[in-house]
């Protein structure tokens, strides 16, 4: 099994900054695409930022320029640096990996619990 533990959500008020990270733990052979992904009250749960194993990152738009996805491969964990936050941002984040596990020829998608993000103005 594979097991995700991500930190560093909280609350701060509008501008300021935050760092999520997201570390994978388990049976794991090599990890693919490493992503956060956010849902706000009442929405869906939509693409923040995601990182190819080559280094190749993807945003959405209303993110970019003020978020950066970086990752440690040794480590087997995903960042997530949030500068200029803005109350719009508040929402539950969450990680998400492609994990290929040792004897397996296919990629398994595993989700993290969640962490909080509260920006106030």
């Known amino acids: 099994q594979v097991q995700l533990v991500e930190s560093g959500g909280g609350s701060v008020q509008s501008g300021g900054s935050l760092r999520l990270s997201c570390v994978a733990s388990?049976?794991?052979?090599?990890?693919?695409?490493m992503g956060w992904y956010r849902q706000a009250p009442g929405k869906e749960r939509d693409l923040v930022a995601r990182?190819?194993?080559?280094?190749?990152?993807n945003y959405a738009d209303s993110v970019k320029d003020r978020f950066t996805i970086s990752r440690d491969n040794a480590k087997n964990t995903v960042f997530l640096q949030m500068n200029s936050l803005k109350p719009e941002d508040t929402a539950v984040y969450y990680c998400r990996v492609s994990v290929r596990r040792y004897y397996s020829s296919t990629n398994n998608v595993y989700w993290g619990q969640g962490t909080q993000v509260t920006v106030s103005s």
């Open positions: 990182i190819w194993s080559d280094g190749t990152t």
């Open positions: 388990g049976s794991i052979s090599s990890i693919n695409t």
